[in-house]
Each structure stands twice: as C-alpha cells, then as structure tokens.
C-alpha cells in the first residue's frame, strides 16, 4: 500500500525528505516495501497544492526553483491550490503529516495545534519541531494513543542520529539513571576553536555564523535554550518522567573565557555545555550548563559540530552515541525512519 504524505512546511528539511524519498525509492521499495507518494504541500511562504492522485518530486523541485510559488504546478483535472494548513491536514486524503512548518519555539505554534487535528482526523504525524514535543508531550502522546495514530519526532533531539530510537528500541529491560549529553553543535564549536585555536568566545562565535553553524541571533544555542528542550523531550520519553522546560535550570556558555578553557587543560578536563537527567530520591532532575570533565569521559572528545549522548544503564553501564545533530539530509533522514517505522508497524499489524 503506498503511503500517502502531506507536508506542512516545505523549507530545506521538507526538501530534504522529498529528495530522500525520489533518490531512494527503489531501495525502499526492494529492502523495506516502502512506498511514498507526496499528495499535498502547505507552506505559507510558497503555496500550497493537493492532487489526491500524487505529486511528482521532480516537477515540485523544478517549479520550486524556477519560480518560487508551489501553485505554480501544471494544472491537472485533480489539482487544488490555495489551502491552508489546518484544511490541508483535515480534507486530504493524506494518511501521515509531514509537519516541519515554521514554528514558534516559545509557544510550541502552529505546530501543536497542527498535531492536534492531524490526531483527531485519523492521521500520523512525524516531525522535527522541538517546541510541540517539549511543551505538549503529555496531551500529545495522549491523543495520540486515544485515536491509535503514530507520533514520530526522532529528529526533535539530534536529527537523523537515533537518541531517542536507539534507547528504547535496543536498551530496553535497562534502568536509565543518567542521561548527559552534547545536544547542541553550535556551543560544542565554539567551545573546541577556543581550545584548539586559542581564539575569544566572540571570535569563535562569528567563525561559527560564518560557516552556517550559528544563527544571526545565537541566543537560543549560546544560551543553553535549545539543548533545554531536547533534554526535556528525553526525559519525558526516554525516562518517563513528566518535565516541564521551566522546571530545567539553564546556564550558557557566555562567560566562558580563554582563561577557564587554559585552567581546564592544566587539569587535565575539558570545557562542554552537558544537557542532563538524572534521577534522585524517585525524581528525575535536569540541568543545562557549562562543565569541566575529565579528558578520559566518553564526551570529552566529541569536537566541532557533533552532538553526542550518553545513557547511564544499570545493566550495560554506560552507552554512547554520537553523531550528526543538524543538516538537510541527515534531518530528513530523521524523518523518513519515522515513516519506515510506521510500514513495520503496518506490516505488523496486518500479518
């Protein structure tokens, strides 16, 4: 059966999929029986377009770049343009949204509403948005349950690399006491050009929005802000522990001198922002800051824009996983081993 995708939100990780899915569609045909067919896109900057029949990838990329304006699609007897993305969710015959719209962080907006009515029209969502995850997990993952559709969002934490997947699929029957990780590349950049070069915060800053690592405004990276929220979407999923992102206390890397990043090398440690939680007296705690661990921790060496986590397990010890936590492709991966993980579940269920 093939499976049917509505993209709300069609920027660089929405193209990503796209091209992931035209580039790699015989292979997941033949290794996981995986069909997709792009049936409607809804982005408030380029348009919007629905043909129930399907869209062709190329000819989306190809009116995308040439013009700019999705509803500039040939016309065929099946094609709408114009709607919106909450009509786009509810009236076509999309069976998962693809939600990477453009979404205030603060608020969680459009996209947790977006969730919502997908959840109550019968359909899947997967996802890269931080905001509705960390904001909304518990009503989310509820109604979600309540109408037996699938919430995906492993590239919510470190993009395609499996930080939220790989616990649960594969260290299960392990108690999770601690998790710490590097959730945030700009800071870790930043942090390894002040040791490596000797170069000011400032200096390795600017580096960093040179070369696409940093915002214009770094403030949610620098700040400590974005890895909050990827440490309370691995609480509430990873360790099943209801967090709240205000109830995480957060601290940059701003004050950071050359001359901590020189004391933490006489000392044989190494300065990192660790994103952690932990467990304590039945609770788990979570914390955002600046550390100085030993250069023999298994994040110590994780340098420039990697991420990298660390799960405390009372069976195994400790497992580390590091990888890409940004990129066009490597995100749209992200989105695209959702899906597949929806067809097994399919699979499964219809065996």
């Not at 929405?14 to 290794?31: F, M, V």
């Not at 990838?57 to 500039?72: F, H, K, P, S, Y």
């Not at 070069?197 to 696409?212: F, N």
């Not at 304590?280 to 661990?293: F, G």
């Amino acid at each position: 059966m093939t499976h049917k995708l509505a993209f709300i939100g069609f920027g660089v990780v929405g193209q990503g999929l796209a091209q992931i899915l035209r580039d790699k569609k015989e292979i997941l045909e033949k290794q996981e029986g995986f069909a997709a067919e792009i049936v409607a896109i809804s982005d408030f900057m380029k348009g919007s377009i629905y043909d129930p029949k399907g869209l062709d990838i190329d000819i989306i990329m190809r009116v995308l770049n040439e013009t700019g304006n999705l509803e500039n699609y040939p016309k065929t007897s099946g094609l709408v343009t114009g709607w919106d993305s909450f009509r786009t969710i509810r009236d076509t015959n999309a069976d998962t949204i693809v939600e990477v719209s453009y979404t205030d962080v603060n608020t969680g907006q459009p996209a947790i509403d977006h969730c919502k009515l997908a959840f109550e029209s019968g359909k899947n969502v997967v996802m890269t948005n931080k905001g509705p995850v960390a904001l909304a997990y518990d009503d989310l993952s509820k109604l979600a349950m309540q109408k037996n559709v699938y919430w995906g969002f492993e590239g919510t934490v470190m993009s395609g690399t499996p930080a939220l997947r790989m616990p649960i699929a594969t260290l299960a029957g392990n108690e999770i006491t601690e998790i710490s990780g590097i959730l945030n590349g700009t800071t870790n950049y930043i942090l390894t050009r002040m040791e490596n070069e000797g170069i000011t915060y400032d200096e390795a800053l600017k580096e960093a929005q040179r070369l696409g690592y940093a915002e214009a405004d770094p403030t949610s990276d620098v700040e400590g802000y974005d890895a909050r929220y990827k440490i309370v979407i691995l609480s509430n999923y990873v360790m099943n522990a209801p967090l709240k992102v205000e109830m995480v206390s957060c601290k940059g890397i701003k004050d950071i001198t050359l001359e901590d990043i020189e004391q933490a090398k006489s000392e044989g440690k190494r300065w990192k922002l660790l994103a952690k939680a932990y467990k304590e007296n039945d609770k788990v705690i979570a914390t955002v800051s600046p550390e100085k661990i030993d250069i023999t921790h298994p994040l110590a060496s994780i340098t420039g824009a990697t991420n990298a986590i660390s799960y405390q397990c009372d069976l195994l010890g400790t497992i580390t996983l590091s990888g890409a936590g940004a990129g066009k492709v490597e995100t749209g991966f992200s989105l695209l081993i959702d899906l597949i993980n929806i067809n097994r579940e399919r699979k499964l269920v219809n065996f």
